[in-house]
């Protein structure tokens, strides 16, 4: 596997379900990032990790829990969400958020769908 | 008014034409200037980067960037159907700063 792998590619989900998005890094990258693509709107940053803490939350509902458990994987676990949750969700990473540009990667995406 | 403006399109253009997409911005600080471009149910793929004015060339791609007005450009030359996609226009101030997006344009290059 080669780039930005995430898993499930598709997704649908009551509002009542727990699930989680997986996303992993092949390229030794230092950052990750939770983007939201929806219709329409640029894309939405919701975490950013760099060297597995958390650094940027962008006031994401807590319904939206993040984990990065090492600097290759990224986990975006979701419980109790809306319709209006129903996205596309993407992974990034990055080698170096301190340098410059920040040139992201982005996997597949996960297409969330909540009923 | 949004940080970064980008006209949704759709742009259809036939095969061989030059294709030109834009973006205006806002924030005086932004210095990095990127391109994505994502193919329907794909993640953005990044197809070039420029620092602070100028233009720069890769293959059939021109990125230009005026920071006077504002406003950046990619060219496409000779247009291929398989540009057809949308085109994210990106930028940031630098280092680890966040990386604000365009909507996208989508393009579509008729054979």
């Known amino acids: 596997e080669t780039g930005v792998t995430q898993t499930p590619r598709h997704l649908v989900m009551g509002m009542t379900n727990k699930k989680s998005l997986k996303c992993e890094q092949h390229l030794g990258h230092n950052a990750m990032y939770w983007y939201k693509q929806s219709a329409k709107k640029p894309l939405e940053l919701m975490f950013v990790?760099?060297?597995?803490?958390?650094?940027e939350n962008n006031s994401v509902p807590s319904r939206f829990s993040p984990e990065c458990p090492n600097s290759s994987h990224l986990f975006l676990h979701l419980h109790t969400l809306q319709p209006e949750d129903s996205a596309l969700y993407l992974c990034a990473s990055s080698q170096d958020p301190a340098g410059a540009p920040d040139t992201q990667y982005f996997g597949p995406g996960t297409r969330l769908t909540v009923l | 008014q949004k940080e970064v403006e980008q006209d949704p399109g759709p742009l259809s253009v036939p095969e061989g034409a030059i294709v030109s997409l834009n973006c205006t911005y806002s924030n005086s600080a932004f210095q990095y200037f990127m391109w994505y471009r994502q193919y329907s149910r794909k993640g953005p793929e990044l197809l070039m980067y420029?620092?602070?004015?100028g233009n720069k060339e890769d293959g059939r791609f021109t990125a230009q960037v005026d920071k006077s007005s504002k406003y950046i450009s990619l060219f496409i030359r000779d247009s291929q159907p398989s540009d057809s996609a949308t085109y994210l226009c990106a930028m940031n101030s630098g280092g680890y700063q966040k990386v604000t997006f365009g909507t996208g344009t989508k393009l579509q290059v008729i054979p």
């Open positions: 420029t620092y602070s004015s």
């Open positions: 990790y760099s060297l597995e803490e958390r650094v």
